[in-house]
């Protein structure tokens, strides 16, 4: 396989799944605006070749298919599969050889490799300036890293196979950052790099951190993947690119010999800066706020060095590939961590981490004379607990019953949960608790809400298939439009304040009961614009469940409480946009307009098709 980025690239090349980009192209904006239009049309991957402002090139859209990115791990990934199958206990393939004879030899030939060579000498210094600044959003801060590989060493077990890479932000001009000196790191706390940083600041000292940019891809995908107790990213990374990692040390930072880029600095205790805004991938700005700040040490660059890139947004995008690169390559590890959960699909239309949808076993009901979710609520406490599917705000779980079911088809799942749920009974609400940092929907950074739509027996209602005449031409909410089976869309007025919000939908739930019951249409979405909301699925899941807070944002139609419980007989969800929401990203047009040079014919990407 791979030893770096280039020889991938080539690779790419020979084989139809590149192209080369020989014009002049402007790291502000240009190169984000080409990416996402080649990315769009299913295209190439790109290799820019004369960026602006910078003597190196940059490649992107890499993952941009998930052919192509099967297409690039073609020689490792069975290999890799099968180490991942003993994952509950990933060293067993290491001290069990030959019981696990070929997961064993997989992990063993990948664990990483230190090196005499090191791409850390002064003939290979370069300045933060000298890379390409590439700024994907207009309102962003400046320019980030979109595809870092930042490590960093517990302090408490310094080496290598008690380190943590990562995939997290990293922001390299603009805000109060000065350049070439400082830079910032975005993460959170109870990720590997903050437990790090945790056990740093109770020692006194700075934390060093060393970001690597490009090398093999098998890199990039290693640095986000999920991985068990005792199996090292490194390892993984390893397995993936079919070579050992390569690494030496370098003023006591870690230097990956593999990489095309690597930036060394230290993060001191209490020190911040303001990071962002960032245009990211739940489709909005994630706005301004203190993250820690890396002093910076020194900056590498390897001969020829190739900067890879991506551009996150609303999805899909091509961090989508990466979602279903570990989720076939984790298999069935969610069966593993919770016994009796079959399938959970972070749904990627909604920005993955709003929307979950699960299926679990519901083995209590054969000892009860009704069938109703039981074990299912066990079970979706576990997934709201587990990893990063405790960053979900909607769960919507069930089981099979006699029919088989499966998440990603998507419509079919939610018209089977909302034809069983009873809405007096199965909607748990989850207040004053963690949600995503980049999502804005909630009370405060990190702070929001959660609910269970939990169901499981009989069918009880036939779900309507137009919009009952009980829900047109209600005053001030007008525009209704069939979303799915059993869901409409309501065009409400400008959100002002929760206390008007109250006040309007209490009227919008009386005018609903004066019209009597509407059985069919368990679920009403308020919406700035109900057309746009209901015109494709993407736009339901991604204003609904990006929009909202299910504490402040879910009403219902003859809501009550029932020992503490939440009743209704039809939820409403109020997804207009709020006030203290971050703006939704929009492209330049000036800049899309000016790249619409690079697709004419005789220009570099003049012969694809559909762009």
């Not at 869901?487 to 739930?509: H, M, N, W």
């Amino acid at each position: 396989m791979y030893r770096s980025l280039e020889e991938c690239l080539g690779d790419l090349e020979r084989h139809g799944h590149l192209v080369r980009v020989r014009e002049e192209v402007d790291p502000y904006l240009e190169m984000a605006a080409i990416h996402r239009r080649v990315y769009d049309a299913s295209g190439p991957a790109l290799l820019f070749e004369n960026v602006k402002g910078s003597k190196f090139r940059a490649a992107s859209n890499l993952f941009g298919t998930i052919d192509r990115s099967r297409f690039i791990f073609r020689s490792t990934w069975e290999a890799v599969q099968k180490v991942m199958t003993v994952r509950n206990d990933p060293m067993k393939a290491l001290k069990s050889p030959l019981q696990n004879m070929g997961a064993g030899l997989t992990a063993w030939k990948a664990l990483p490799q230190q090196t005499q060579s090191n791409l850390a000498t002064p003939a290979n210094e370069v300045r933060i300036s000298d890379l390409p600044l590439i700024q994907s959003w207009p309102m962003d801060g400046g320019a980030f890293v979109t595809l870092p590989q930042v490590y960093s060493e517990d302090p408490d077990k310094p080496g290598i196979m008690s380190s943590n890479l990562g995939m997290y932000r990293v922001q390299l001009s603009g805000n109060d950052y000065e350049l070439n000196k400082e830079i910032g790191v975005h993460y959170q706390i109870h990720r590997g790099i903050g437990i790090h940083q945790t056990k740093a600041n109770k020692r006194g000292v700075p934390l060093k951190v060393s970001c690597f940019v490009g090398g093999p891809p098998a890199h990039s995908l290693a640095a986000v993947m999920p991985l068990p107790e005792g199996l090292s990213e490194m390892t993984v990374a390893g397995m993936l690119a079919g070579n050992r990692f390569r690494y030496s040390y370098s003023d006591g930072f870690c230097i990956s010999n593999d990489a095309d880029f690597v930036i060394t600095g230290e993060i001191y205790p209490g020190e911040t800066k303001p990071e962002g805004p960032f245009g990211d991938h739940l489709g909005y700005y994630s706005l301004t706020h203190p993250f820690p700040v890396m002093r910076v040490n020194k900056v590498y660059a390897k001969p020829g060095a190739i900067w890879p890139f991506t551009i996150v947004g609303r999805p899909p995008q091509e961090d989508t590939s990466f979602g279903q690169l570990i989720h076939e390559l984790t298999g069935d590890a969610i069966r593993q961590d919770i016994p009796g959960v079959q399938e959970v699909h972070a749904v990627d239309a909604a920005g993955v981490h709003p929307l979950l949808f699960a299926i679990g076993s519901e083995r209590y009901t054969p000892y009860s004379a009704e069938k109703r979710p039981a074990e299912l609520l066990t079970l979706a406490n576990r997934i709201l607990g587990t990893g990063q599917l405790s960053l979900a705000k909607y769960l919507f779980i069930t089981a099979e019953d006699g029919q088989p079911l499966d998440t990603h088809r998507e419509e079919e799942f939610l018209s089977y949960i909302l034809e069983r749920i009873d809405l007096r009974r199965d909607i748990h609400f989850q207040t004053n608790t963690t949600i995503d940092t980049l999502d804005y929907s909630g009370t405060g950074l990190n702070s929001g809400s959660k609910v269970v739509f939990a169901a499981y027996g009989d069918k009880l209602r036939e779900l309507c298939r137009e919009v009952p005449a009980e829900l047109q031409g209600l005053r001030g909410f007008e525009g209704a439009k069939l979303v799915l089976p059993g869901v409409v869309a309501l065009k409400g007025p400008a959100f002002t304040s929760y206390d008007e919000a109250q006040r309007e939908i209490a009227d919008l739930c009386a005018a609903i009961r004066d019209r009597g019951p509407i059985s069919s249409c368990p679920m009403i979405v308020i919406a700035d614009n109900s057309e746009f909301l209901s015109a494709t699925l993407a736009n339901f899941l991604w204003v609904t469940f990006t929009r909202s807070n299910p504490s402040h944002d879910i009403y219902g139609v003859n809501s009550a409480y029932e020992f503490k419980h939440w009743a209704c007989d039809n939820v409403i969800i109020d997804a207009r946009a709020k006030p203290h929401q971050a703006p939704p990203l929009v492209a330049d047009p000036a800049i899309e307009r000016q790249v619409d040079r690079l697709f004419v014919q005789g220009a570099s990407l003049g012969g694809l098709k559909n762009l």
